[in-house]
């Protein structure tokens, strides 16, 4: 847990710094520009073809033949896309920032602490983009096939809480290490530290629904995981900052 507060701390002092906070507004805004762009572009297609979807699932049929609301399915595809806007726009943004913002972060850190660390390269620049889209469709896929346990209370905040902490970690863990770490120290770390990579995360992901809290969290992640990921790094070979 020190490790993870140890991050947090070095990320809130970046923050401070001018390049850093005009990178914060960045992801967020391009993120929820384009999805509400494709809400309105889509929102017709979008509702209809999530109403016929959960229409065919049991559970709805039965409410409906049960209450009498014959509407419930194409009311519950509304509320769902409602619900979806802030985990999509967010997933949006951090997509961004793992391919444009990520990059400038990691430049400005290490150039502040981390001059010295040595370049092992376990990792590529197409590594990292494949392991962004790869994590991008988990994330969609598990979003999708997850949707009919939002009817359950509680799990409107749960499940986009625990798939947003697996994306943030899944993502921005190889970003930091690409470079720094070779494949078997990337593969030590994100074994050993996976317990506090997921528990950052969801710590992340709590404070993402704080009111107006989205426009930090995504620059914040890539601070998180790269402080984390460099000193775990650094941990491991002995080298003090």
Same mark, same amino acid.
């Given at each position: ?43 017709? #297609?979008?509702? &209809?073809?999530? *109403? /016929? $979807?959960?229409?065919? %699932? ?76 790869? #994590?991008?469709? &988990?994330?969609? *896929? /598990? $979003?999708?096939?997850? %949707? ?83 000193? /775990? ?9």
């Amino acid at each position: 847990m020190s490790s993870i507060f140890r991050a947090f701390r070095q990320s809130f002092e970046s923050l401070l710094r001018l390049r850093m906070f005009l990178l914060i507004l960045l992801p967020p805004v391009v993120a929820v520009l384009l999805v509400f762009i494709l809400f309105i572009v889509f929102w017709q #297609a979008w509702s &209809v073809g999530l *109403a /016929a $979807f959960l229409e065919g %699932l049991t559970p709805f049929r039965w409410i409906q033949d049960t209450t009498g609301f014959q509407e419930f399915a194409a009311f519950s595809a509304v509320v769902f896309l409602i619900l979806a806007f802030i985990p999509l726009a967010y997933l949006t943004a951090v997509f961004f920032t793992s391919v444009f913002i990520m990059p400038l972060v990691l430049k400005i850190v290490v150039d502040s602490n981390y001059k010295h660390l040595e370049k092992k390269r376990g990792g590529t620049i197409i590594g990292s983009l494949w392991n962004t889209l790869v #994590a991008t469709f &988990v994330f969609i *896929a /598990a $979003f999708i096939i997850t %949707l009919p346990l939002w009817l359950v209370p509680g799990c409107q905040v749960l499940i986009p809480l625990l798939l947003t902490a697996w994306l943030n970690k899944k993502v921005f863990l190889y970003d930091v290490l690409q470079d720094f770490a070779s494949p078997e120290e990337r593969k030590r770390i994100e074994k050993e530290e996976a317990g506090s990579l997921y528990g950052m995360g969801l710590l992340l992901g709590l404070i993402s629904y704080i009111p107006l809290a989205f426009f930090l969290v995504p620059v914040l992640s890539a601070l998180c995981y790269t402080y984390y990921g460099l000193n /775990a790094l650094m941990d491991r070979r002995g080298v003090e900052t």
